[in-house]
């Protein structure tokens, strides 16, 4: 059965302080790992996607990696406005059909 | 351009009653998701159109739920008659046919089922 587990499930920061969040999965006919930031109230907003072990992507403050059983998601120097959930999701396809399954999410609090 | 919409934000029903949701993709969008997160669960899949046809409705919870997507372009999502455990946040999501830049998601319909 596809599975993602997001760990830790909160985090909190002193701004300027950096860490990781990790993403770690088991999925057949993996298609794609995303990252979505979710602020209260709204829908996930996309940051990124990756595809093949080794690849690192970058946005500001933010930098994904994936190797072949986890996603890291590396905050350096967080700002108080980095504060949301974070959620990790692999996108599976079976049958021509493309679904994408969630973790949790961590909830990352930056304090100024 | 305009992103995902998705009504109502709020609906607050008795168990027993209908509701139907709505969501008006990004234009262009072949692929249509829905998804459900209930609370202190993870957001899971629901189905899945492309263009008016479903393509994999293998999460939808049972028969109460109906989706449809009239002319490939908005979609509703109904649930009839509602029962307390389909309280949750529905979110809608849309994609052209490659979807490697991620799919916009809406902001959620929050359902109470009282």
């Known amino acids: 059965e596809d599975q993602v587990t997001q760990s830790p499930e909160a985090l909190r920061l002193q701004e300027g302080e950096s860490s990781s969040l990790n993403c770690s999965y088991t999925?057949?006919?993996?298609?794609?790992l995303f990252w979505y930031r979710q602020d209260p109230g709204k829908g996930p907003e996309f940051l990124f996607t990756?595809?093949?072990a080794g690849e690192e992507k970058e946005k500001e403050r933010l930098k994904a990696t994936l190797t072949k059983k986890e996603s890291f998601l590396h905050i350096t120097a967080p700002k108080p406005e980095d504060s949301a959930t974070y959620l990790c999701?692999?996108?599976?396809?079976?049958?021509?059909?493309?679904?994408?399954?969630f973790g949790q999410g961590t909830r990352l609090t930056i304090n100024p | 351009e305009a992103g995902v919409t998705q009504f109502p934000s709020h609906s607050v029903i008795e168990k027993g009653q209908t509701v139907t949701l709505r969501c008006d993709p990004i234009?262009?969008?072949?692929?249509l998701y829905w998804y459900r997160r209930v609370m202190g669960k993870e957001i899971k899949f629901l189905l899945h159109?492309?263009?008016?046809?479903?393509?994999?409705e293998s999460g939808m919870p049972n028969n109460r739920f109906l989706a449809e997507r009239t002319g490939g372009t908005y979609s509703t999502l109904k649930v009839q008659p509602a029962e307390l455990e389909d309280s949750g946040v529905y979110f809608c999501?849309?994609?052209?046919?490659?979807?490697?830049?991620?799919?916009?998601f809406g902001s959620g319909t929050r359902l109470t089922v009282v």
């Open positions: 999501a849309s994609s052209t046919s490659r979807a490697n830049y991620g799919y916009t």
């Open positions: 999925v057949s006919g993996l298609r794609g």
């Open positions: 990756l595809y093949s």
């Open positions: 999701a692999v996108q599976a396809v079976i049958q021509g059909a493309q679904k994408l399954v």
């Open positions: 234009s262009g969008h072949d692929n």
């Open positions: 159109f492309v263009k008016e046809s479903k393509q994999d």
